[in-house]
């Protein structure tokens, strides 16, 4: 499975982004995506992640409420739309995939991780 995350950029506090993740050479239909950041000097971290169908997300805590998961199978691509960014959202954001359909916030269960987009929130 290849996995390619875009979608970073440069914006102020307030401001909003939304992360794209394209999959390509997966052979089965039935896997997850989550999304995961990484500050300077910190641990990776679970942000969001989405069923295969759609029909279950999970969230930080951080994210609820600003942040949403959302997946059109027909493109293979996950999306994270994210509002009301703040610094303290700067980091590298990372897609993963898993197999199985649980949307799990656990990073040691996401086989697959694509290069990881930048996004920095300016204060």
């Known amino acids: 499975v290849q996995l390619q995350a875009s979608g970073g950029g440069l914006v102020q506090t307030g401001g909003s982004l939304r992360l794209s993740c394209a999959a390509s050479g997966h052979s089965s239909s039935l896997y997850a995506t989550g999304w995961f950041r990484q500050a300077p000097g910190k641990e990776r971290e679970f942000v969001a992640a989405?069923?295969?169908?759609?029909?279950?997300?999970n969230y930080a805590d951080f994210a609820k409420g600003r942040f949403t998961i959302s997946r059109d199978n027909a493109e293979n691509t996950v999306y994270l739309q994210m509002n009301s960014l703040e610094p303290e959202d700067t980091a590298l954001y990372y897609c993963a995939v898993k197999s199985g359909s649980y949307a799990s916030f656990l990073r040691h269960s996401y086989a697959y991780w694509g290069q990881g987009t930048l996004v920095t929130v300016s204060s």
């Open positions: 989405i069923t295969w169908t759609g029909g279950s997300t």
